[in-house]
């Protein structure tokens, strides 16, 4: 079955710097979109960076531009989100998601497949 594994979260101060990656199985990669979400208690799970199939496009959410990079290894099934500068309002679990077709989307209802997400915590 399809399985999608998040790691690399944790407890850090604001400025600071986190990895965030993402492990994929039982599904051709090289035919999903990936995106990386978020959700803070009480509130809505929100996109916040997607990658096309092969990496060439990228889209963000603005209040991380600049800050969020995600990248993919199709060769070894992994998505990752490097994270800098990173703020208290970051905090959240973090979800991994994949979408059949070559492009990313920012609607939450677009991707088939998530995982069971990964704690970020920032303190001030």
């Known amino acids: 079955q399809v399985q999608l594994v998040e790691s690399g979260g944790g407890l850090v101060q604001a400025g600071g710097s986190l990895r965030l990656s993402c492990a994929a199985s039982g599904l051709p990669f090289r035919s999903y979109a990936m995106g990386w979400f978020r959700q803070a208690p009480g509130k809505d799970r929100d996109f916040v960076a997607g990658i096309s199939w092969g990496g060439a496009t990228t889209a963000y959410r603005d209040s991380v531009k600049g800050r969020f990079t995600i990248s993919r290894d199709n060769a070894k099934n992994m998505v990752y989100l490097q994270m800098i500068g990173l703020k208290p309002e970051d905090t959240a679990v973090y979800y991994c998601?994949?979408?059949?077709?070559?492009?990313?989307?920012?609607?939450?209802?677009?991707?088939?497949?998530w995982g069971q997400g990964t704690q970020v915590t920032v303190s001030s």
């Open positions: 998601a994949a979408r059949m077709g070559l492009v990313p989307s920012g609607r939450r209802n677009d991707y088939n497949y």
